[in-house]
């Protein structure tokens, strides 16, 4: 019998959907709370089964959905045995499912929820054998499932979804869910990685791909997407393995090869050279134990010998190994890999050769680690020859990637035309330039963008410049006179309450439907790299900007903004940089961003501005905050005072009057330092004469 699940408090609030001292108080409150089953006093934990039991006769106990009920099994099965094998061990039981071409999936349910070979404590051995037969090309399948309720939920949840969307549900959650780094690639920068790797394939095809750290197979899948039918993969953590080979095989449905193992690969790679058409990596970081001594005179290293410290530049050797002459090779790397001196041999070899096409720098947050903006470098295996294949080196910034369709009526530039001949592609300052191999080959071999990337400005003629400041001016006094009409002057008066407010939490507005909480999907793309819908990103609402990243259209799923929302940001670089946002038509039907919180008040009860004001206020912030160099904000802890709606309305008012003084400030210093900008380029630039000095 497997041991009972375990829960901490912080757990118990999230199952409960309150916040953590309100369990604190449930314990000091009430005698009959389940008494701590292990922990320590201050970190004690409980038995989930005792604590639903308390929570449930309260009344405190929320309805789960179907896709929750079978995550929380999911989460039982971890119990011992770690969140990834048990992910590992429902995905094989969901790949032998689906496998079972001679039983509907009603007919599945039952025989799995009542069958001969099913007992209380799990399978029977005569279902195992079956399930082992079916999945022979699985690596090592392990022994499934140990919880026959579990087995039932996914039985049962194969009847209303194919097992391949019960298994995208679940990794959805995992990827959430899971603490590890890297148990997958983000969607959006995989489908990326794809999307360059097809761009740069001299023939337009991506049929063979392999992902030599492929983890649970994200790579792989967006390849599959693209067309790929081969797919292969290692890793050298089993589960992540079998987790990959699972839902690969549940993609591809028998139409292609799949095949995963479980093995490191620069150690044991279980490929020959030459044999793919694209490799899409991205590899563990930072590890001085990778082999360097055990792998010093291995053949892959056709560029160098790594050091111990350059392990990613012995995976981008071993890509580039694995791949036929012209294949393409595509790597999310750090950006420390682009300027290590340790490393300025072999990047030096691998421009002289002709391998590396393109350098590509990431905004921080596309993918983990969210701190730091990692690069994606696209290299291509020289066919052989004398000299280089290729003149140029490509650098481009993804931060302000433009719209590769058009650019303000310039020629249309595809990803396949920077990526084939980047010297004929004109160079765009800030964004992307192409940038002779001759001028890289220095003393540091510095393949980092930004510094490629600077360029001189396109000053206009004197004329149009005279007649632009002219009119900055202008628009600078009037911007200014409106904020100086808008700052409080002397009939703002004292306040009549004379003491404290009485305030209520946002948790309590939220119960009693005076306001809705929306948050973005876990999972959904941060708005950076693509996509037809706006997104309102939190770099536009700590910078009062209209939306500006994109993301998929028709994700039923996402949150959609409206009118009269109130968002403000889940995290904060410091308590004492606070904003709300009040959204307008502007807005209207962008996607919710990461790390923002929605929310929606009943006008009728709650004005607008009221909320907004009083949101934004630091103290108010700080109290329902915790962190110190990251400081996330609990929506939910929250105040607001409990005023009439007819005195809401007063207080909303003074507050819109101030973030439209605020707004005319900031518009104000932007216009300033614009028009000091093109002066301070025209007179470097020897564009103007500056007048004699008074």
């Given at each position: 019998m497997a041991?009972?699940?375990?829960?901490s408090t912080?757990?118990?609030?999230r199952?409960?959907?309150?916040g953590?001292?309100?369990?604190?108080?449930?314990?000091?409150?009430h005698?009959?709370f389940?008494?701590?089953t292990?922990?320590t006093?201050s970190r004690?934990?409980f038995?989930?089964?005792?604590v639903?039991?308390?929570?449930a006769?309260?009344g405190?106990?929320?309805q789960?959905?179907?896709?929750?009920q079978?995550?929380r099994?999911?989460l039982r099965?971890a119990e011992?045995s770690?969140?990834t094998?048990?992910?590992?061990?429902a995905?094989?039981?969901?790949?032998?499912?689906?496998r079972e071409?001679?039983?509907s999936r009603?007919?599945?349910?039952?025989?799995y929820?009542?069958?001969?070979?099913l007992?209380?404590e799990g399978?029977g051995d005569?279902?195992l054998d079956?399930?082992?037969?079916a999945l022979?090309d699985?690596p090592?399948?392990?022994?499934l499932?140990r919880?026959?309720?579990?087995?039932?939920?996914?039985a049962a949840a194969?009847t209303r979804?194919t097992?391949?969307e019960?298994?995208?549900?679940?990794?959805?959650?995992?990827?959430?869910e899971?603490?590890r780094?890297?148990?997958?690639?983000?969607?959006?920068v995989?489908?990326?990685m794809?999307?360059?790797?097809?761009?740069?394939?001299?023939?337009?095809?991506l049929?063979?791909?392999?992902?030599?750290?492929c983890?649970?197979?994200?790579?792989?899948?967006?390849a599959r997407?693209?067309g790929?039918?081969?797919?292969?993969?290692?890793d050298?953590e089993l589960?992540?393995?079998q987790l990959?080979?699972s839902?690969?095989?549940?993609?591809l449905g028998?139409?292609?090869?799949?095949?995963?193992?479980a093995?490191?690969?620069?150690?044991?790679?279980r490929?020959t050279g030459?044999?793919?058409d694209?490799?899409?990596?991205?590899?563990?970081?930072?590890e001085?134990?990778?082999?360097a001594?055990e792998l010093?005179y291995?053949?892959r290293?056709?560029?160098g010998?790594?050091?111990r410290s350059?392990s990613?530049?012995?995976?981008?050797?071993?890509c580039?190994?694995?791949?036929r002459?012209?294949?393409?090779?595509?790597m999310?790397?750090?950006p420390?890999v682009?300027?290590?001196s340790s490393g300025?041999?072999?990047?030096?070899?691998?421009?002289?050769?002709g391998?590396?096409?393109?350098v590509l720098?990431?905004?921080?947050?596309?993918a983990?680690?969210a701190?730091?903006g990692?690069h994606?470098?696209?290299?291509?295996r020289?066919r052989?020859?004398?000299?280089?294949?290729?003149?140029?080196?490509?650098f481009?910034?993804c931060?302000s990637?433009p719209?590769?369709?058009?650019r303000?009526?310039?020629?249309s530039v595809?990803?396949?035309?920077?990526?084939?001949a980047?010297?004929?592609?004109?160079a765009?300052?800030?964004?992307?330039?192409?940038?002779?191999?001759?001028?890289l080959?220095d003393?540091?071999?510095?393949?980092?963008?930004?510094?490629?990337l600077?360029?001189e400005?396109d000053?206009?003629?004197?004329?149009?410049?005279?007649?632009?400041?002219s009119?900055?001016?202008?628009s600078?006094?009037?911007?200014?006179?409106?904020?100086?009409?808008?700052?409080?002057?002397?009939?703002w008066?004292?306040?009549?309450?004379?003491g404290?407010w009485?305030?209520?939490?946002?948790?309590?507005?939220i119960?009693?439907?005076a306001l809705?909480?929306?948050r973005?999907k876990?999972?959904?793309?941060?708005?950076?790299?693509?996509?037809?819908?706006?997104?309102?990103t939190?770099?536009d609402?700590n910078?009062?900007?209209?939306p500006?990243g994109r993301?998929?259209?028709?994700d039923?799923?996402?949150v959609?903004?409206?009118?009269?929302?109130?968002i403000?940001?889940?995290?904060?670089l410091?308590?004492?940089?606070?904003v709300?946002?009040?959204?307008?038509?502007?807005?209207?039907?962008?996607?919710?961003g990461?790390n923002?919180?929605?929310?929606r008040?009943?006008e009728a009860?709650?004005d607008?501005w009221?909320l907004?004001?009083?949101?934004a206020?630091?103290?108010?912030?700080?109290?329902?905050?915790?962190g110190?160099s990251?400081?996330?904000?609990d929506?939910?802890?929250?105040q607001?005072p409990?005023l009439?709606?007819?005195?809401?309305?007063t207080?909303?008012?003074a507050?819109?009057?101030?973030h439209?003084?605020?707004?005319?400030?900031?518009?104000?210093a932007?216009q300033g330092?614009?028009t000091?900008?093109k002066?301070?380029?025209?007179?470097?630039a020897?564009?103007l004469r500056p007048?004699?000095?008074?």
């Open positions: 041991a009972p699940t375990t829960v912080s757990d118990i609030a199952i409960a959907d309150v953590r001292a309100t369990v604190t108080n449930w314990r000091r409150r005698s009959d389940p008494a701590p292990g922990g006093e004690p934990t038995t989930l089964e005792d639903e039991g308390w929570l006769e309260h405190r106990l929320p789960f959905t179907e896709q929750q079978l995550w099994e999911l099965e011992g770690g969140l094998e048990a992910m590992a061990r995905a094989l039981f969901l790949a032998f499912l689906e071409g001679h039983t009603e007919t599945r349910y039952v025989y929820a009542e069958g001969p070979d007992d209380d399978l005569g279902m079956e399930i082992g037969r022979q699985m090592e399948p392990l022994a499932l919880s026959a309720s579990l087995m039932r939920e996914l194969a979804q097992p391949d019960v298994l995208s549900d679940l990794l959805d959650r995992y990827a959430s899971s603490r780094r890297g148990p997958g690639t983000p969607a959006a995989a489908h990326f794809a999307t360059l790797a097809k761009a740069a394939s001299p023939d337009d095809a049929s063979a791909v392999l992902d030599p750290a983890g649970t197979g994200d790579l792989l899948e967006v997407i693209q790929a039918t081969q797919l292969d993969g290692q050298r589960h992540l393995a990959a080979a839902r690969l095989s549940l993609r028998g139409k292609g090869h799949c095949s995963v193992d093995e490191d690969a620069l150690a044991r790679s490929h030459g044999e793919f694209a490799v899409l990596c991205n590899p563990p970081y930072n001085r134990d990778w082999g001594d010093a291995d053949s290293w056709e560029y010998l790594p050091s350059e990613e530049l012995a995976w981008v050797q071993h580039l190994s694995r791949v002459p012209g294949g393409v090779v595509v999310l790397l750090p420390s682009a300027s290590r300025r041999r072999i990047r030096a070899a691998l421009v002289r050769h391998a590396l096409c393109a720098a990431l905004p921080a947050g596309a983990p680690p701190h730091i990692l994606l470098w696209v290299l291509r020289p052989g020859g004398n000299g280089a294949e290729a003149s140029h080196v490509l481009m910034n931060k990637l719209d590769m369709n058009s303000g009526g310039r020629p595809t990803y396949r035309e920077l990526l084939a980047p010297e004929k592609c004109p765009m300052p800030g964004v992307y330039r192409a940038v002779p191999i001759t001028d080959l003393d540091t071999v510095d393949l980092t963008p930004a510094p490629r600077a360029g400005r000053l206009p003629p004197v004329a149009d410049l005279r007649r632009t400041l009119g900055r001016r202008d600078l006094g009037s911007v200014l006179s409106q904020a100086s009409a808008l700052a409080p002057s002397d009939d008066g004292v306040s009549r309450t004379g404290p009485t305030m209520a939490p946002l948790a309590d507005l119960r009693t439907g809705t909480l929306l973005p876990a999972t959904g793309a941060n708005g950076d790299l693509g996509g037809d819908d706006p997104v309102l939190a770099a609402v910078e009062g900007r209209s500006s993301g998929p259209a028709g039923e799923d996402a959609r903004i409206r009118a009269g929302d109130v403000i940001p889940g995290t904060l410091s308590a004492d940089r606070t709300a946002r009040v959204t307008d038509d502007t807005d209207a039907g962008a996607l919710l990461r923002l919180h929605l929310l008040p009943d009860r709650l607008l009221f907004a004001g009083f949101l206020d630091p103290a108010n912030v700080q109290r329902a905050s915790q110190t990251i400081v996330r904000v929506p939910r802890r929250l607001v409990l009439p709606l007819e005195e809401q309305q207080y909303g008012a507050f819109r009057r101030l439209t003084f605020t707004t005319a400030l900031r518009r104000a932007l330092e614009e000091a900008g002066l301070r380029a025209a007179l470097t020897g564009a007048p004699p000095p008074a």
